[in-house]
T-cell receptor
Framework: GENVEQHPSTLSVQEGDSAVIKCTYS??????FPWYKQELGKRPQLIID?????GEKKDQRIAVTLNKTAKHFSLHITETQPEDSAVYFC???????????FGSGTRLLVRP | DGGITQSPKYLFRKEGQNVTLSCEQN?????MYWYRQDPGQGLRLIYY???????QKGDIAEGYSVSREKKESFPLTVTSAQKNPTAFYLC?????????????????FGQGTRLTVV
């Protein structure tokens, strides 16, 4: 069945450095790839998403890249800040399906 | 806040009992989802529903049941057949999206219910 793998499971960076989280997916029909951020004790919230008709999307300090041939996509956070510390989830879904499958999550710690 | 409400926030269950978790949304979303989140793990899909009176099993449906009698409501019952029910449960909803239309297909999550078996 469909599967989304996410790496690393934990990531610690110094404030100001960049952080990269990678995901791979198995369903080649997937064409929508959102990223969610979950702060401690709170609900997951969408931070950025990308569709398969584009290779990269940026929103201020965050960006997502997609390699559809290799079936992987990545989240890039530049100039990290302590408030970026959270758990980040990637997900994949084909538009023809309502099923939204998440990766296992990455716990990001930004050290001041 | 978000238009999707889960209740209760904390729930304690005795072994052998069924419990029902509530999820209500006023976002007029057709699709609704239930996920289970265990410590240090991701969001695993239990059930999802595309439309009223229709729902499909996710990856870990055993020991759970759902209903979708109204568009706004998607309750989850954790039955006694679920051997390890202690977890954090998240409900979500979204509009059905089509890639070409560019319609916002963001999933909105409730605040979650933490279920503990005592």
């Amino acid at each position: 069945g469909e599967n989304v793998e996410q790496h690393p499971s934990t990531l610690s960076v110094q404030e100001g450095d960049s952080a990269v989280i990678k995901c791979t997916y198995s369903d080649s029909a997937s064409n929508y790839f959102p990223w969610y951020k979950q702060e401690l004790g709170k609900r997951p919230q969408l931070i950025i998403d990308i569709r398969s008709n584009v290779g990269e999307k940026k929103d201020q300090r965050i960006a997502v890249t997609l390699n559809k041939t290799a079936k992987h996509f990545s989240l890039h956070i530049t100039e990290t800040q302590p408030e970026d510390s959270a758990v980040y989830f990637c997900a994949a879904r084909p538009d023809s399906s309502y099923k939204l499958i998440f990766g296992s999550g990455t716990r990001l710690l930004v050290r001041p | 806040d978000g238009g999707i409400t889960q209740s209760p926030k904390y729930l304690f269950r005795k072994e052998g009992q069924n419990v029902t978790l509530s999820c209500e949304q006023n976002l007029n979303h057709d699709a609704m989802y239930w996920y289970r989140q265990d410590p240090g793990q991701g969001l695993r899909l239990i059930y999802y529903s595309q439309i009223v009176n229709d729902f499909q099993k996710g990856d870990i449906a055993e020991g759970y049941s759902v209903s979708r009698e109204k568009k706004e409501s998607f309750p989850l019952t954790v039955t006694s057949a679920q051997k390890n029910p202690t977890a954090f449960y998240l409900c979500a909803s979204r509009l059905p999206g089509t890639g070409s239309s560019g319609m916002n297909t963001e999933a909105f999550f409730g605040q979650g219910t933490r279920l503990t078996v005592v």
